[in-house]
């Protein structure tokens, strides 16, 4: 939760210092750093962790995959800088050699990330999420008291966010590895490696959902639009921000389960993460109109609160997403997710530009995020039984996923619709409370059925 809360209390502060317009610079910087730094360790972190738990060399291999993630990243880094501005021209115009800050910030994420899958394997909650806050507060009030003491240069906040966050990710490594004996071979790096190199093309694609949607708002609306863009992504993912932060617990459990007991187990916790995910979706709902306020002020405030809500509708989707892979992940067999997400990805982005183009709305290309996490949902189950995984019975979350789908659609409706807030918010209501209180007695059903 430290990213959103952070976002919550220095963005705004961002945009007032260095303006709206120049905000679409940040916004593009964000957007770029969150996508490249999941290229550069060659999704190892993905790997390091299920390494920890299931490998022969344990917590000792698993280091030493951390450090040759941090050196594999610093070796890609290097290229992605140098020709930055020929593929940020591409993406996003005439940017210059400012992307290279973003690479960099890319850098201290990657290392970030490979730390933090070592410590989710140790359990070690507590130095996690240290880390986590850490990265999440430390660079960017760095970079805005450098920047509001030498004058609002976006330049000067993106170069002062990118070294903190280079050491801090730093700090993750070391931490992380300090005490583990690190070690590897060859073979257990392409080991590691079969397993990790698949996910880089699926994180990639899901990092760049909010590069995607900058990039169609920008070309429709210009810069000052995607960096409207980036915000509503900022804020309607915060639900799923939650989730995925919430597996850093779950995916652990999946992994250490046998067999019959990873059956029970799924079946179980993915009915009590989908109340969760409706209680995220309806608590955002209530939240995003003055968020969007706090952010932009009246006068941007509707179009943002209508697409960050549109956004957060992927966070049942999600769930059930997620449900299906980790079994994709506990067999080991990856090599299907280098297809399957960028296809979800390529489908989604193709669905909301011309859902954009055909309305003349440039924001409402933030409906590429519940649209692949919708199909990334399809593609985990036809990839979890392509593994020979057995079926996850997900029935007792399917009412709080339609519910969590059903709700922020009907409170953009009333946002953004004259007249139509009382009767949106009514329904939403009233959704929220048959499809939680379905799952729940469907939950409590199964808990009882299993005591018998």
């Known amino acids: 939760m430290a990213p959103i809360l952070v976002t919550l209390l220095i963005t705004p502060l961002v945009v007032r210092l260095v303006g709206t317009a120049q905000y679409g610079y940040v916004g593009i910087s964000i957007t770029t750093y969150q996508a490249v730094a999941v290229i550069l360790p060659l999704g190892l972190p993905a790997a390091v962790t299920r390494h920890a738990l299931i490998e022969r060399s344990a917590r000792a291999g698993a280091a030493g995959l951390v450090l040759l993630g941090a050196a594999v990243a610093v070796v890609i880094a290097i290229p992605v800088a140098l020709t930055s501005p020929a593929w940020g021209a591409v993406l996003f115009g005439d940017v210059g050699w400012l992307l290279v800050w973003p ?263 933030v409906i590429v995020v519940p649209v692949f996490y919708l199909l990334q949902y399809a593609a985990s189950t036809a990839l979890r039984h392509v593994v020979g995984q057995p079926a996850t019975r997900v029935s007792a979350a399917v009412p709080a996923v339609a519910a969590s789908g059903l709700v922020p659609i009907l409170a953009a409706a009333g946002v953004w619709i004259d007249g139509a807030a009382i009767i949106a918010f009514i329904a939403a209501v009233v959704i929220a409370a048959i499809g939680g209180g379905a799952t729940f007695l469907m939950w409590r059903r199964l808990q009882i059925a299993e005591l018998l």
Request: positive net charge; aromatic residues 4%.
């Open 103 to 365: 690479v960099l910030s890319s850098v201290g994420l990657a290392w970030m990330a490979l730390g933090q899958s070592m410590l989710r394997a140790d359990d070690r909650a507590k130095s996690f999420v240290a880390l986590g806050w850490t990265m999440a507060i430390a660079p960017p009030a760095s970079a805005l008291a450098l920047c509001a003491l030498s004058g609002a240069e976006v330049v000067v906040y993106l170069v002062a966010l990118a070294i903190v966050q280079v050491l801090v990710g730093a700090a993750a490594v070391w931490v992380s590895c300090r005490r583990a004996h690190a070690t590897t071979s060859a073979v257990e790096a392409r080991g590691a490696l079969r397993v990790a190199l698949p996910t880089v093309p699926h994180q990639l694609a899901m990092a760049s959902l909010g590069v995607a949607t900058v990039a169609i708002v920008t070309s429709m609306g210009g810069v000052t639009a995607g960096g409207q863009a980036q915000l509503a992504i900022l804020l309607g993912t915060a639900p799923l921000t939650i989730l995925g932060a919430l597996n850093n617990a779950w995916a652990p459990m999946v992994y250490r389960a046998s067999g019959v007991e990873r059956e029970r187990l799924l079946r179980s916790t993915t009915a009590v993460v989908s109340l969760v995910a409706l209680a995220l979706t309806a608590a955002f709902c209530v939240c995003a109109p003055w968020l969007a306020l706090i952010l932009v002020g009246p006068a941007h405030s509707t179009p943002l609160t209508t697409a960050a809500l549109i956004t957060s509708a992927g966070a049942g989707f999600m769930v059930l997403y997620l449900s299906n892979i980790h079994l994709v992940f506990v067999s080991g067999r990856t090599s299907l997710l280098a297809v399957a997400t960028p296809a979800s990805l390529l489908i989604s982005v193709v669905t909301a530009s011309a859902a954009s183009a055909a309305s003349g709305v440039a924001m409402l290309a």
